[in-house]
């Protein structure tokens, strides 16, 4: 994963910028050390970033298509409503127990409602209002869970995306069978042709398109 600002910069960003919680930092050095793929992690800055995204939208319902071992998800947890819920959609069963251990310790367990399988057809399936979705999932798909989604999302709700620079790749010659780096780029040039919808993206990470249904 490509980071497109100068480390000294970013270094600096970072240390000026709260630090996560402790819960977080353990979640953090357990998937690293136990989990494959650990960099698909939100981690620190983006984390902080989606925990103050959720605070100041103060949410009722979110969705996650996504939740890999759960950082994201408990960022998000900390700014939902009182009374408010998280669904969370993974397609791999064997990250559910590393899931369940961290929303324990987060006290998050009863606000969380999780789903393992397809998210297409979970998604087509779930006739709730969402307040804040997060995208994170297999990039192929980012276009078509963009049309699942749009109807599902309040009147100035917030849509966030990640990956959507994809470590640059989308200024380069896609090649043929790069399917994932083709989406991405459909799905950048049908969330800014959408006249539902403001967008802006963030050169943060891998890129997060921060999306806003008028």
């Given at each position: 994963?490509?980071?497109?600002i100068?480390k000294k910069i ?17 979640l953090n050095r357990?998937?690293?050390l136990?989990?494959?793929n650990?960099?698909m ?5 983006q ?11 103060r949410?009722?319902?979110?969705l996650e298509i ?8 408990i960022c ?7 009374n ?7 397609h791999n069963?064997?990250?559910i127990?590393i ?12 606000k969380v ?6 998210a297409i ?7 709730f ?6 995208i ?5 798909n ?8 749009i109807?599902?999302v309040k ?6 995306a990640?990956?959507?620079l994809?470590?640059g790749k989308i200024?380069d ?12 780029l459909e799905f ?14 963030l050169?943060?990470r891998?890129?997060?398109s921060?999306i806003?249904k008028?």
């Open positions: 994963m490509k980071n497109f100068d970013f270094d600096y960003t970072l240390s000026k910028s709260s630090d996560e919680p402790e819960i977080l930092k353990e357990e998937t690293h136990k989990i494959l650990p960099r992690l939100s981690g620190n800055y984390g902080r970033i989606l925990s103050l995204i959720s605070k100041i939208i949410p009722s319902s979110i996504g939740t890999y071992t759960g950082y994201s998800t998000f947890s900390e700014g939902l409503d009182d408010g819920f998280i669904h969370t959609i993974d069963e064997e990250l127990d899931q369940n251990k961290y929303f324990n310790k987060a006290g998050i367990s009863k409602i999780q789903y393992t399988g397809d057809k979970i998604i087509d399936k779930l006739y209002e969402f307040d804040l979705v997060f994170d999932a297999d990039k192929e980012y276009p078509l869970y963009f049309d699942l989604i109807d599902k009147s100035g709700g917030v849509i966030i990640d990956n959507i994809w470590s200024l010659k896609v090649e043929e069978d790069d399917l994932a780096t083709k989406s991405i950048n040039e049908k969330v800014n042709s959408d006249k539902r919808v403001e967008t802006v993206i050169p943060v891998d890129g997060l921060f806003r008028i």
